[in-house]
Structure formats: structure tokens, C-alpha cells
């Protein structure tokens, strides 16, 4: 039977999904299964592994059911995961030893502080281009080392394994054969390399981490392994292409040139924008990343992230409780024609980029004797974009140009308004792409380029559609007023 689909695996924070490609990008079937949050301490948040891979199982199969195919007709296989979220488990049972810490976890805060007070914070930037935070997964292992004397006794002795998800992804899929990651995943772990492509031995020795728990790091598209011993897919097929969600998102948003930028809404909000083979190094509060590798070519990227952003419309609904479905959101919000003054700044976690503020606090500011749950909502949707803004902001003072045109992908990218109103605070052209899925895409296009399914960029750059296109539409004045109500609120968390 000819093998002529890509199947993509996107393991996100709350739920796994599964989708079907043809050749031609069109999607076949998707597969989605949630898996429970645990929070056993404020500010805390891990995920069971096992129920991460058993979601990641059922995904498959329902995928290549709603697809009409059995898994024999798969060429390829694509991974892209939730970043920085630290997974951990013995080479020799293939079991995890501790549950996965989350990217949104605040537990190694003041180790953070501790290297920083250490004198740290510029060696980690100038050679992971990162910033000393709990985001990332170096003081992850840290604190588990710190608080699991076993757990780093099986470190010291060899027989721990540590990875991101596409690590442990890949580690379930090849029978346990693969303990790789590509270089975006690596970039995001606060001990890799961006200048040498090498995990940084001085970052090893200074966080005390055994370089021999680490992944063995690939380019982002070739061949990592084989599945193995799968029981929802046959033996033989090729793990082509792995990519952090994020950056994953950048190559499926066809974002391919120099200066190209998209956002992804999700439960957090990402903008990235491709600065090519220059590692640009930012004096405004963003991150230098690794976009994607194929071949020898490493391709950068300026990244700035929001840490709560489509989660603040679940905390409307799970939280306060004022809808009953998150699809809700809207429609409650256009029962009112603005936010009547107040201001939503979803700091649940801390601030992200460009501010920085891990102690910041959630906050509602503005809120009279006539604030009602439609103005709650509308300024809750509004903080997506104006968060998104100020990342946009600071890019541009880093590349010294204006953004002209943001692609968007993402769960909220369904929602004009948003889409409208980032537009309008951005004075941005925002594109809103044909396939919404661009973060599941972008991993099956680097699978399809790494097997040999599709010959090259140029080839792919032929299936990229768009839906629609939202121009700003508020005038100078309005934009101004708003803008500088959020920085007043921004001052206070």
C-alpha cells in the first residue's frame, strides 16, 4: 500500500492532537484528547506523562479514523510539542520517575534569583539567548535535584533521561530506542548553545546537571527514528520532523524570509519573527531562539511570549464562572460596545515578555458601579492583543523596522474581534491563514521535507492560503487612549 500521508503529532499544554495531511496540506482527520492539570501547589502546575502519552495514543487512533486510513499509509510522522516543560524518566523501565513540570510552573522562582544574584543573567543570554527564568527548563532540574536526592542519584549513575515532550514522544513512539530533540526544542532549555549548536558545558557545571541525561540534539527536519512496537501504528514508519509548537507554528505560517512574523493565540500568545541566519540579540526584553534547522541551514527568530492568553478565557469560565463554554466569550462580550474603561491584565503567572515581572499579580482595574461580566469579558479578549502589542512593539525597536504584516494561527484565531482589534491597537495588516492548524502543520511539513515526501521549500511555499485580512480600523486618537490605560494598568501589577 503506498504511503501517501503525513501524520502530525501536536502536544500541547492541555490537550494532545493528531491530524492527518495529504500531500497537499489539506487536513484528513484530527484526533483530540484533553488530559488533567495538577497544581498540588500555588503557582505549581505538572502533567502525568503517562496520561500525556495516552492521550497522545487515542489522538492517533481517532485521527486515522475520521481519516478513513489505517496507519500502513502514513510516510511520516511530525512532532510538535509544548516547550520548556521538563520530563523525566528512567532508561532502563522507560518509566517516568517524576511528573512532567510544566513551562507555566513558578516552583524554581528563587533559584532563578539565586543565579541571578550569582551573576548569571548575561552568560545565559549571551549563550542561550534566553533570560534567567523559571519558563524555561534548566532550574526545573535544578529543583527536582534539590528536592528528589533518588532522582539525582539516578542522574550521577546515568540511568536518568531528560527531555522536553517531543523527547518523550519520540522515546514512546521508537519503542524506546530514540532519546533525541531538534535544535528548537534545545533552545528553550536554557543549557543549549545558540552560537556553537552544542549543549553548553559552562551552563552544565554551573546548574550542576549531568550532560548525560540530556537529549542527542538533530536538525529540525531528517529522520530521528522508527515507531516500534505501537499498537495503534505499524513498525517502520519515520519520525521526519520535530519543532517547538512556537516555532513550529513560524514554518507552517510559511514565515520562510527574513522579517516574516506571526502570532499564535493559544493558551499562551507567541510572537515570532524570522531574523534568518543572524542570531539577533535583543536590548528589549525579548528572546533570541533557534526557529528550525534543515540540513546545515540554522534559521533565528526574535520571540516574545504572553503567558496567559486564550487561559484567561478559561478562567471566565472555570474561574469566575460568567460562561458556561469557552465559544461563549464573545458573544457575552458583544452585548456591550466597549470594555467601559476597565483593563484585564491576566499576570496569573507573572508577566512575560517584554516586562518580566515573575512576582506580578492578575489584575481588574477600572471597574465602576456599571461594570458588568460583558465588560469583564471584552477587556479580558482585549488583553490578548494589547499583550501581543507590546511584544510587537519591542520587536520592532530590536529590528530596527517596522512589522507590516502578522500572520495569526491559534484557538482565538477564529475570533474577528480579536483579529479586528489587534489590527487596530497593532496598526498591523493582520493575515488570518486558510488552515488554522499551522502549528500541526508546520511539524508535518518538516516530516514530509526530512522523508523526502516533498522536495523543498519552494515546493511548499505553492499550498500557503489565506482566509482573510483585517486592516486597523480605530482612529489615532482611540488607539492612544487605550494604549496609555494599559501601560497605567501594566504599572500597577
Given amino acids: 500500500?503506498?504511503?501517501?500521508?503525513?501524520?502530525?503529532?501536536?502536544?500541547?499544554?492541555?490537550?494532545?492532537?493528531?491530524?492527518?495531511?495529504?500531500?497537499?496540506?489539506?487536513?484528513?482527520?484530527?484526533?483530540?484528547?484533553?488530559?488533567?492539570?495538577?497544581?498540588?501547589?500555588?503557582?505549581?502546575?505538572?502533567?502525568?506523562?503517562?496520561?500525556?502519552?495516552?492521550?497522545?495514543?487515542?489522538?492517533?487512533?481517532?485521527?486515522?479514523?475520521?481519516?478513513?486510513?489505517?496507519?500502513?499509509?502514513?510516510?511520516?510522522?511530525?512532532?510538535?510539542?509544548?516547550?520548556?516543560?521538563?520530563?523525566?524518566?528512567?532508561?532502563?523501565?522507560?518509566?517516568?520517575?517524576?511528573?512532567?513540570?510544566?513551562w507555566q510552573c513558578r516552583r524554581s522562582s528563587e533559584i532563578c534569583n539565586r543565579f541571578i544574584k550569582k551573576g548569571y543573567q548575561r552568560v545565559v543570554k549571551n549563550k542561550t539567548g534566553l533570560v534567567l527564568d523559571p519558563y524555561f527548563s534548566a532550574t526545573k532540574i535544578v529543583w527536582l535535584f534539590e528536592n528528589r536526592k533518588d532522582i539525582l542519584e539516578m542522574a550521577k549513575s546515568g540511568r536518568l533521561a531528560f527531555g522536553t515532550a517531543d523527547s518523550y514522544i519520540l522515546m514512546k513512539l521508537t519503542g524506546g530506542e530514540v532519546h533525541s530533540t531538534d535544535v528548537s526544542n534545545a533552545s528553550r532549555t536554557m543549557l543549549f548553545n545558540i552560537n556553537t549548536l552544542k549543549w553548553d558545558e559552562e551552563l552544565l557545571k554551573?546548574?550542576?546537571?549531568?550532560?548525560?541525561?540530556?537529549?542527542?540534539?538533530?536538525?529540525?527536519?531528517?529522520?530521528?527514528?522508527?515507531?516500534k512496537?505501537?499498537?495503534?501504528?505499524?513498525?517502520?514508519?519515520?519520525?521526519?520532523?520535530?519543532?517547538?509548537?512556537?516555532?513550529?507554528?513560524?514554518?507552517g505560517q510559511f514565515c520562510f524570509e527574513e522579517g516574516d512574523a506571526k502570532i499564535t493565540y493559544g493558551t499562551g500568545a507567541f510572537l515570532l519573527t524570522n531574523t534568518g541566519s543572524k542570531i539577533r540579540r535583543s536590548r528589549y526584553g525579548l528572546l533570541t531562539t533557534i526557529a528550525y534547522q534543515i540540513g546545515d541551514k540554522v534559521c533565528y527568530a526574535l520571540e516574545g511570549s504572553v503567558?496567559?492568553?486564550?487561559a484567561v478565557v478559561q478562567w471566565l469560565r472555570d474561574g469566575l464562572k460568567i460562561i458556561e463554554k469557552s465559544s461563549d466569550v464573545q458573544r457575552l462580550a458583544d452585548t456591550v460596545s466597549d470594555s467601559g474603561g476597565v483593563v484585564v491584565v491576566p499576570a496569573f503567572v507573572g508577566l512575560g515578555?517584554?516586562?518580566?515581572?515573575?512576582?506580578?499579580?492578575g489584575l481588574i482595574w477600572g471597574i465602576t458601579r456599571g461594570t458588568t461580566s460583558a465588560h469583564i469579558a471584552r477587556a479580558a479578549v482585549e488583553s490578548i492583543a494589547l499583550q501581543s502589542n507590546d511584544i510587537i512593539e519591542a520587536m520592532e525597536k530590536d529590528l530596527k523596522k517596522r512589522i507590516k504584516v502578522l500572520r495569526v494561527d491559534g484557538g482565538a484565531a477564529i475570533n474577528d474581534y480579536l483579529?479586528?482589534?489587534?489590527?487596530?491597537?497593532s496598526g498591523k495588516t493582520v493575515h488570518r491563514p486558510k488552515v488554522l492548524e499551522t502549528t500541526a502543520m508546520g511539524a508535518a511539513m518538516l516530516a514530509a521535507l526530512g522523508a523526502g515526501v516533498i522536495s523543498d521549500l519552494k515546493s511548499l511555499k505553492e499550498r500557503f492560503k489565506i482566509d482573510k485580512e483585517f486592516k486597523p480600523s480605530m482612529n489615532s486618537r482611540e488607539v492612544r487612549q487605550i494604549r496609555d490605560r494599559w501601560r497605567e494598568a501594566i504599572k500597577r501589577v
Fill in 1 to 102: 500500500m503506498e504511503r501517501r500521508y503525513i501524520l502530525s503529532i501536536d502536544q500541547g499544554t492541555t490537550s494532545s492532537r493528531a491530524i492527518v495531511f495529504d500531500t497537499d496540506l489539506n487536513i484528513l482527520g484530527v484526533g483530540q484528547k484533553e488530559f488533567p492539570q495538577y497544581y498540588p501547589q500555588p503557582g505549581w502546575v505538572e502533567h502525568n506523562p503517562e496520561e500525556i502519552w495516552e492521550s497522545v495514543r487515542q489522538s492517533i487512533s481517532e485521527a486515522l479514523h475520521k481519516a478513513g486510513i489505517n496507519g500502513s499509509e502514513i510516510a511520516a510522522i511530525g512532532i510538535t510539542n509544548q516547550r520548556e516543560t521538563s520530563f523525566f524518566w528512567d532508561r532502563e523501565t522507560k518509566k517516568p520517575v517524576y511528573n512532567a513540570i510544566v
Fill in 419 to 425: 483579529l479586528s482589534y489587534q489590527a487596530s491597537i
Fill in 353 to 361: 515578555a517584554p516586562h518580566w515581572k515573575k512576582e506580578a499579580k
Fill in 229 to 251: 512496537g505501537l499498537d495503534v501504528l505499524p513498525d517502520g514508519i519515520p519520525i521526519a520532523g520535530i519543532a517547538g509548537d512556537q516555532q513550529s507554528a513560524l514554518f
Fill in 206 to 227: 554551573a546548574f550542576r546537571i549531568p550532560a548525560s541525561i540530556l537529549p542527542m540534539v538533530m536538525p529540525s527536519s531528517g529522520i530521528y527514528g522508527y515507531t
Fill in 307 to 310: 503567558f496567559i492568553a486564550g
